[in-house]
């Protein structure tokens, strides 16, 4: 009997070990059991975990000195030293202590609950230690404290007032500007309003619904009145309902105070913005905004407002042939002449690349053209440029307001249009804009974009102008080779208007190369069939720049047997002035290999002796506006017209007078012994079978 209450004893003994056990190992908290030493005799998975341990038999036999911080250590060890009858069974002490996470090492807070467990024999004196995790609330703590203490130590006011205006927050800088005063009534609020802000602000605030900036002014004391900015916000509840509206006020006088060396700086920075750092003229952007505000304060009883274009002739050649930096160099001493000359009275700018603009503001039309007149007369005067003598002209588009336009888009876009129309009757000259010219744009892209398209295709054809002898007008001695396009849209395009646009856009070499093809076509054709014929063939000066033209037209000679003594490649003169340094290269082989160059449009330009030298051209043609004022018996024009033939003659070049329209002319020209003419008055360009006619006739 005592045996089987023994053995039911046990049993019983049994199951409430198991209980405690799975109660034990189940238990969510991390709970160890450590017996006198501090060595941990049993633990669970989740102390296991926070001591980093993968399973409790690792943690088991270890000491739980090791891993506590100091403090903990040693209360835990005062706990476990006590004799039991200090440390109740069963009454707990709970000891604050920091575990060191595994896996970043970062230290987490837990109240450690020791309870002494019931004795028995050999497991006497043992601790049962459950942890329990705080550091969610340390966490709010902490954050609460750093709220109050950022809130406190900050100089910028925070408050905020419910949504019926009463102060409900202020925080230590707030308060002390209210001398303490914890509640602010509505009326008593209004005193505040240049700190606070108004609850006329906050009634927009709560309104709008969002954030809301507005500047206050202050006195705390009668000679300090300080100025604040002030930030309203609303503030919501968690389900999104406002409830109050919160604020910062920050005093930003000494930020006014010094905002005026910050305006300089600012002005300073834009100055730099607006300024192009080559010629120190305003940029474009800088350019526009002036022309604005000088548009917008345009008094409707004055002048008006005079808006120039210019544009350097031929510049990309210079740019091209003596390197960027002489390019720059140009560009610099090209706006100090503008600025010497009409600075005082225009404003002036740099458009970008060549381009240069002015405005001025009070004046007519036809007084800004004379200024311009006595600028672009100085502008022509040689730039020292690197050890060399530059000649520049320049073009110039005239508009002006409120006659052309009132916008400064609209008047710049009607200068721009007057500068085409400069260059493209002949550069070097001034135009106004007129109300024609919106068609020449619209044309100007018109022919363009037909321009290419003919290109691909085959619509272009040769006529041919006959040279003849001066003094016996029926010799033909040659003939110019004058290109004409037909487009089936357009109808006939003349070459004055679409050779300076392809040129403008880079087609020059392709038409050229077409130009070339068609010429040693017929050329090879008629030295077939016996004649014998020099022809000319006009080529773009900034054709010569590429490399491809050489070999190209010694093909063609080779290809079509042409003697290359009747191919003469006809380059204007001002052309060949801003050509750069392949073109003198390029013409020298070209003349090796006996091909002969012509200077056209001679007069237009400003060569130098020494230069035509250096080109070695076999001829000159003197251009058709010095003809034409022969007719008028001008002595300035005609002593012109012999210089021109006694340098000819001096460098053993042979002249045509281009352009010869009546008698007079011609008899001038015989008179004055010039070799050659072409002109209406024996022939204009002449279709092929026309111009065969007239060689047989
Ligand atoms: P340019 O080289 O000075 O050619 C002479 C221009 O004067 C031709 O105009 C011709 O028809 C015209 N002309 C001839 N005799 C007289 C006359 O007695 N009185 C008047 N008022 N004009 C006369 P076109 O054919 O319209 O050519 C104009 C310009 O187009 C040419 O001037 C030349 O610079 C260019 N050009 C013509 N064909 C070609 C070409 O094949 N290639 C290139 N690159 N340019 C060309
Ligand atoms: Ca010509
Ligand atoms: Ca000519």
Known sequence: MQNRELVEAQAVSERERRKYLT???????????????????????????????????????????????AEARSRVHAYLAAPPSVTEEGSATEIPLHVGRPHDGAYLS???????????????????????????????????????????STSTLIHAFDLT?????????????????????????????????????????????????????????????????????PLRDDSGKIFAVGGTSTDVSTLMAGQSDLYA????????????????????????????????????????????????????????????????????????????????????????????????????????????????????????????????????????????????????RAADMALYSAKSNGRDRISHFRESLRFTSERRLQVFSALRKALCEDSFRLVFQPKFDISDRRRIVGAEAL????????????????????????????????????????????????????????????????????????????????????????????????CASEAPRNLARLADAGVRISIDDFGTGYSSLAYLQKLRPSELKIDRSFIAQLDARDEASERIVRAMLALAESLQLSTVAEGIETEDQLAWLVENGCEFGQGFLVSPGLEIPAFEALLSE
């Open 265 to 412: 700086a600012f002005s300073l920075a834009k100055d730099l913005a607006n300024r192009d750092s080559l010629t120190g003229l305003a940029n474009r952007p800088g350019f526009v905004e002036r022309l604005r505000g000088a548009l917008a304060g345009l008094d409707p009883a004055g002048k008006g407002l005079a808006l120039g274009f210019l544009d350097i002739d031929a510049f990309k050649d210079i740019n091209d042939g003596m390197g960027h930096e002489i390019g720059d160099a140009i560009l610099s001493a090209f706006a100090r002449r503008l600025e010497d000359t009409m600075g005082e009275r225009a404003c002036l700018g740099r458009f970008g690349g060549d381009e240069f603009l002015f405005f001025i503001a009070d004046s007519t039309p036809e007084e800004a053209e004379r200024l311009l007149q006595r600028t672009l007369g100085d502008i022509r005067s040689p730039y020292e440029v690197a050890g060399t003598k530059v000649l520049l002209t320049c073009s110039a588009g005239l508009s002006h307001a409120p006659r052309d336009a009132t916008r400064a888009e609209d008047l710049l």
């Open 483 to 578: 290109l004409r396009w037909r487009d089936p849209q357009l109808g006939e395009v003349s070459p004055a208007e679409f050779v300076p646009l392809a040129e403008a856009n880079g087609l020059h070499n392709a038409l050229d190369l077409r130009v070339l093809k068609l010429f040693a076509r017929q050329q090879g054709e008629w030295v077939r069939r016996g004649l014998r014929l020099p022809v000319s063939v006009n080529l773009s000066a900034r054709s010569l720049q590429s490399t491809e033209l050489v070999p190209s037209v010694l093909a063609l000679l080779d290809y079509h047997d042409i003697p290359p003594e009747l191919l003469l490649l006809e380059i204007t003169e001002t052309g060949l002035m801003t």
């Open 23 to 69: 109660l034990f190992e189940r238990l969510p908290l991390p709970a160890v059991v450590l017996d006198r030493s501090g060595v941990v005799r049993e633990a669970n998975e989740a102390a296991a975990a926070v001591f980093g341990c993968s399973a409790t038999e690792q943690l088991c036999n270890r000491s739980v000195y090791r891993m506590l911080d």
């Open 165 to 233: 205006g009463n102060l409900i927050f202020a925080n230590r800088a707030a308060s002390a500007y209210l001398e303490g005063a914890e509640t602010l009534s509505v009326e008593q609020r209004r005193a505040f309003d240049g700190l606070l802000g108004s609850r006329a602000l906050d009634i927009e605030v709560l309104i709008a619904g969002k954030p809301i900036s507005n500047q206050g002014s202050y006195a705390a004391a009668p000679e300090d009145r300080r100025s604040f900015l002030i930030q309203k916000f």
């Open 110 to 152: 837990y109240s450690a609950h020791l309870a002494r467990l019931p004795a028995c024999s050999e497991e006497d004196g043992r601790v049962h230690m459950l942890l329990v995790d705080r550091h969610s609330d340390d966490r709010q703590e902490r954050e609460g404290r750093c709220r109050q203490m950022l809130s406190d």
